[in-house]
């Protein structure tokens, strides 16, 4: 039996532990926001955080998660990166960033990684972290977008509680 | 504005108290109330007014929509026309899909329910405004009863009704049920457009939310208890079938349930998604490539070179083309260009889900582009009555066309695998990324020839086009228009000008991708035409514009990108721009893309201008989104994507790898100005994609000297 942590939970897989963790989550948890894409890690539709950083799940096996933290696009609010999933998201419906909407998950999870090591990153930043998310719609433009304005909300955020501190 | 309701027709059968339950719509909707078909009567108290509009108690106004959603925004665009005309406010405003019914739910363009052709706003910007008059005529008639006012008193506004005299005021929901008992008008009057509130504003699109938090469930995310999840392992060779099978190994994975010979190939059902893919790549499958496609891709483009010259169908012929040729003081130029198969690629590849009911009875969950296809494909495999079948569309992950087929290929691969399970459990069927790639039905692999002769004042008076392919509305002896559209009624005014086209079969279903027609013949006209051009010693633009004096909307987008990339000052050293201009689904798109050569040799794309004519603009944000999608998506398949048959017709490409998607740092940034325009709407979801190519190609012969012969242009200009 495989162990780990899911969304703040503790929970366990019986199944064949080679199961990649994409499906573990999907049929055994129900939880369908993580999507599958490729298979293959290039797409990065499955992407999940573990331990805090962006994993594709599709290529994960379940025993390999055993002990580990597994966060997914249902459990981001409620999350060590509440904040900036929260920013993110705000962003991504300002400006309707989505359009079929399949990759999204992936494209905020790893959005929501790359601003919480870096949180006022440059163009060339966001296309190094977001470049393993596919979107065959062609969001990408508003994803950039959607990134730098979450940033800017962190930051203006940051910056006034610091104020609230000092005052 | 008065025109007669042709919501009328459909009216009656949602009279008479006939209710419908619709919840929260972006949600598989009625997938509890699916375990229990029969006891589909009694539901809340939500009414329905006409097909499309259904008004709850709570005042919220449920709008079905007719199109499947995948990204190019009905929802949002259909409700917006609803809305306005009932004068309803945003907020209150919900989308859900319609179910398959041809007589209610047709594209009036089509005679059947159909998304495709981008003509979701246009052919439902009479219709869906008519819906919402009526409704909102029905609710002042049930208030004017119910305050004992006359109804012409009423005023409504952000979803209030009001009676200025007596100070009553309400929302809509008050008088649902009242109104629903009511006979529609005949006539409604819509609204002028100097009167729009909502069409014309950036309406937020209803389903964006939901697809930032995971919460938006498409196909692929359906769980029914019981069900099973079927893959079929297909064929390596287009059209092989299966000789021989064995499927021990498979059978003895923990978890599989079921091996089946299917026509497509080989189903294994599974408890899981994992073991339905173990137990596939378990299977020991020995295929019959008799009937297959053994030609290799450059065998093919061979093959279809050599019927250059011989006698094709003619499909414009104007002028006297052999004069232009013949004329010794004349110019000439030549040029031949390949297109290879594409694969659409859709995020979500493609599934389905099936489940029979109690009264043998079956419904289907899918991203159903066709529903009327579909439901008659599920009705002729699993032998029911088509009245038995319900199809609940779905949320799709994208579709670019491959959705949509003639004869519902993918949706009988599906009603198959069901029908093979023994049809009691419900069956998920889905597709891998690999069957996706390798599932033919593609953009099919186009030949073109172009002649063209500069006389000795330099004007361009010749035009000699042939074009080869498959016809992907199956024709043999005459123009299939999707192989000549956009060449064959070329705008520029050229004196003698001929198209000619060969329909060619091949073992690889074609398909429709994403502007179809466009995306071959947009590439060759303007491409050829630049070239013309500069051998003429003429400007791209000016050139362009003085071929174009009886086109006006053309001229209009081409002189706006022209003034939208000189605003923005010369190009930075080593950056080029190219240009494009080219009509599709009865929508103009001008587009300049800037471009440079990357240390490694490869083309960069750094920005593209955008000018798009597409009628009324119900909503710019959403016509922006569809320029930079389709810039994007068109720029990734022709700098990058082919699928390739290889030695004895293997097909080469299988995932992502090899068949590359634009990612994030090769999206140029994307500048779009929508012309303001009173002419009805017409489509975006298509119309960005065409310009794209010749404007990179363009561009990038401008700056390397090397023209641009076959696509796609990465392979071809770096090997
Ligand atoms: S599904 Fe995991 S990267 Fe594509
Ligand atoms: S929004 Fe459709 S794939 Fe990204």
Redesign the pocket.
């Known amino acids: 039996m495989i162990k780990f942590q899911l969304n703040g939970k503790q929970t366990e897989f019986n199944g064949d532990p080679s199961t990649p963790l994409l499906w573990v989550i999907r049929d055994e948890k129900k939880l369908t926001g993580t999507k599958y894409g490729c298979g293959i890690a290039q797409c990065g539709a499955c992407t999940v955080h573990l331990n805090g950083s962006t994993l594709r799940s599709c290529v994960t096996p379940i025993s390999e998660v055993s002990g580990k933290e597994v966060t997914t696009i249902e459990g981001l609010l409620s999350s060590k990166v509440s904040a900036e999933a929260t920013a993110v998201q705000r962003a991504w419906v300002a400006i309707d960033v989505?359009?079929?909407?399949?990759?999204?998950s992936g494209q905020v999870m790893s959005a929501v990684a790359l601003l919480k090591a870096n949180s006022n990153p440059t163009d060339q930043d966001i296309d190094n972290a977001m470049a393993g998310n596919i979107?065959?719609?062609a969001?990408y433009q508003r994803i950039r977008q959607g990134i730098h304005d979450a940033a800017g909300t962190l930051t203006a955020s940051a910056s006034s509680n610091v104020k609230g501190e000092t005052a | 504005m008065t025109s007669s309701s042709s919501v009328n027709t459909s009216r009656r059968r949602f009279l008479g108290g006939s209710c419908l339950v619709v919840g929260f719509t972006l949600t598989p909707k009625g997938l509890a109330q699916a375990y229990d078909a029969s006891n589909n009567a009694s539901k809340s108290a939500a009414k329905t007014l006409n097909a499309f509009v259904i008004v709850a108690p709570d005042d919220t106004v449920t709008v079905l929509s007719k199109h499947i959603e995948f990204?190019q925004g009905p929802y949002t665009g259909l409700a917006t026309l609803v809305a306005e005309e009932m004068d309803a406010d945003w907020a209150q405003i919900r989308v859900d899909s319609a179910p398959a019914d041809n007589e209610l739910y047709a594209n009036t363009m089509f005679g059947a329910q159909l998304t495709g052709g981008s003509t979701t706003m246009a052919n439902s910007y009479t219709q869906m405004r008519e819906a919402g008059a009526t409704a909102r005529t029905m609710l002042l008639a049930a208030a004017a009863i119910e305050w004992s006012v006359p109804a012409s008193e009423l005023t409504v506004e952000k979803g209030r009704i009001r009676h200025a005299k007596s100070g009553k005021e309400s929302g809509f929901g008050a008088f649902a049920a009242d109104a629903a008992k009511l006979t529609p008008p005949e006539k409604v009057t819509l609204k002028n457009s100097s009167d729009f509130v909502l069409i014309g504003e950036n309406r937020p699109k209803v389903d964006t939310k939901v697809k930032t938090n995971g919460e938006a469930k498409f196909t692929l995310d359906l769980q029914l208890d019981n069900m099973l999840i079927a893959t079929v392992l297909h064929p390596s060779h287009y059209g092989a079938t299966v000789s021989s099978l064995d499927a021990k190994a498979a059978l003895a994975i923990p978890g599989v349930v079921d091996v089946k010979a299917v026509p497509s190939g080989v189903a294994v059902y599974a408890e899981n998604t994992y073991a339905a893919l173990k137990g596939r790549q378990a299977l020991n499958v020995k295929w019959n490539e008799s009937a297959a496609e053994t030609r290799s891709s450059e065998q093919i483009i061979d093959s279809y070179r050599a019927m250059i010259g011989k006698k094709g169908i003619t499909a414009t012929e104007r002028g006297d083309i052999s004069k232009a040729f013949s004329n010794d003081t004349s110019t000439t130029h030549e040029a031949e260009f390949v297109f290879p198969f594409l694969a659409h690629a859709p995020?979500e590849p493609l599934d389905a889900v099936l489940m029979r009911q109690r009264d043998g009875s079956i419904d289907c969950y899918a991203g159903s582009q066709f529903p009327t296809g579909d439901k008659q494909a599920i009705s002729e495999v699993c032998q029911i009555d088509a009245g038995k079948v319900r199809i609940h569309t779905q949320l799709a992950?994208?579709s670019f066309g491959r959705r949509a087929q003639f004869n519902s290929p993918f949706m009988r691969e599906a009603s198959e695998v069901f029908k093979a399970s023994g049809m009691s459990r419900p069956v998920k069927l889905f597709w891998t990324r690999e069957d996706d790639i390798r599932g033919g039905f593609y953009r099919p692999i186009y030949v073109h020839q172009l002649k063209g002769a500069i006389n000795a004042d330099g004007t361009i008076d010749g035009w000699d086009q042939v074009v080869v392919g498959q016809s992907i509305r199956g024709k043999t002896d005459e123009v299939d228009e999707t192989s000549v559209e956009g060449a064959s009624d070329l705008p520029y005014v050229i004196e003698n000008m001929r198209m000619v086209s060969h329909n060619t079969t091949n073992g690889v279903p074609p398909l429709w991708w994403r502007s179809v027609g466009h995306t071959h013949t947009a590439f060759t006209v303007e491409v050829f035409l630049d070239e013309l051009l500069e051998k003429s010693g003429k400007d791209p633009i000016e050139g362009r514009l003085a071929l174009l004096k009886n086109n006006p909307r053309e001229s209009a987008v081409l002189r706006r990108v022209a003034q939208m990339a000189s605003s923005a000052g010369k190009p930075a050293k080593g950056r080029v721009h190219g240009v494009a201009v080219h009509k599709s689904f009865s929508s103009y798109v001008a587009q300049i893309a800037e471009v440079s050569v990357q240390a490694d040799g490869t083309p960069k794309v750094h920005k593209v201008w955008v000018a798009v004519d597409c009628g009324v603009a119900v909503n710019p944000n959403i016509i922006k989104a569809q320029m930079e999608g389709g810039v994007g998506y068109g720029l990734g398949a022709i700098l990058y994507d082919e699928i390739t048959l290889g030695e004895g017709g293997y097909i080469k490409q299988s995932n992502f790898h090899d068949y590359r998607s634009l990612r994030i740092g090769e999206m140029p940034e994307v500048i779009v100005e929508i012309i303001e325009s009173n002419e009805s709407p017409t489509g975006v979801g298509e119309p960005g994609v065409p310009p794209i190519g010749p404007a990179v190609a363009n561009a990038w012969r401008r700056l390397t000297g090397k023209p641009v012969r076959r696509l796609p242009l990465v392979r071809s200009q770096l090997s």
């Open positions: 989505p359009q079929c909407g399949y990759c999204q979107c065959r719609c969001t | 990204g995020m992950g994208g």
